[in-house]
């Protein structure tokens, strides 16, 4: 099973460029989460998506854009990349809010 | 906003020995609080979750206490192994879908 399949792994980018990542579950899974992990601050929630078509801010919202066409994929967009971006980004999904999450190996991006 | 702290930040101990992590929030109106574990350079791996309503869950060698009135929540990992080594991270989830981590506790259990 691949559960939560993130692309690309790794990335660098220059300031001002856009890219973005992408999020893919093969569990039927209702509820996505993009988050970002940074040294000393724990796991940050970015945006999240309760079903297909939906997606909702987190705490970290700015700066990122989503979208949930599809109710496997959940895409995460930087317009505009900026070097505070530079992070390890991580994906999520679960059934349900209170069942546990599945997480995804992470996307390391860099923004020189 | 929700706080959740976890203390102590790092911890070394001898193959065999109990221990307990702890995790502490500042909200107490949670869903449910997770615990999770996550290998360098990999992602999280769900370990158990305990509901508002409940008190502990157990998986194995692990069980997870929540005691919701104080904000805080213990995972004990009993007869500790080598191969426990790793970083353990708590999260609770608000009403709103919204999770916040703790930044975790840095296991090594030494041979």
């Known amino acids: 099973n691949a559960g939560v399949t993130q692309t690309p792994k790794f990335r660098v980018l220059k300031t001002g460029q856009s890219m973005t990542l992408l999020c893919a579950q093969d569990m039927n899974h209702e509820y996505m989460y993009w988050y970002r992990q940074d040294p000393g601050m724990g796991l940050r929630l970015i945006h999240y998506s309760v079903g297909e078509g939906t997606t909702a801010k987190g705490e970290v919202p700015d700066g990122y854009n989503v979208s949930r066409l599809k109710k496997q994929n959940f895409l995460l967009g930087l317009e505009s990349a900026a070097p505070s971006q530079t992070s390890v980004y991580f994906c999520a999904s679960t059934p349900a809010g209170f069942q546990p999450q599945h997480f995804g190996d992470g996307t390391r991006l860099s923004i020189l | 906003k929700q706080e959740v702290t976890q203390i102590p930040a790092a911890l070394s101990v001898p193959e065999g020995e109990n221990l307990v992590l702890n995790c502490s929030f500042t909200?107490?109106?949670?869903?449910?609080l997770q615990w999770f574990r996550q290998d360098p350079g990999k992602g999280l791996t769900s370990l158990l979750l305990?509901?508002?309503?409940?008190r502990e869950q157990t998986s194995g060698r692990l069980n997870a206490s929540l005691d919701k009135s104080s904000g805080r929540s213990t995972l004990y990992i009993a007869a500790s192994q080598p191969g426990d080594s790793a970083t353990y991270l708590c999260a609770v989830m608000n009403t709103g879908n919204q999770f916040y981590f703790g930044t975790g506790t840095s296991l090594t259990v030494i041979p």
């Open positions: 305990i509901q508002s309503s409940q």
């Open positions: 909200d107490s109106a949670i869903y449910n």
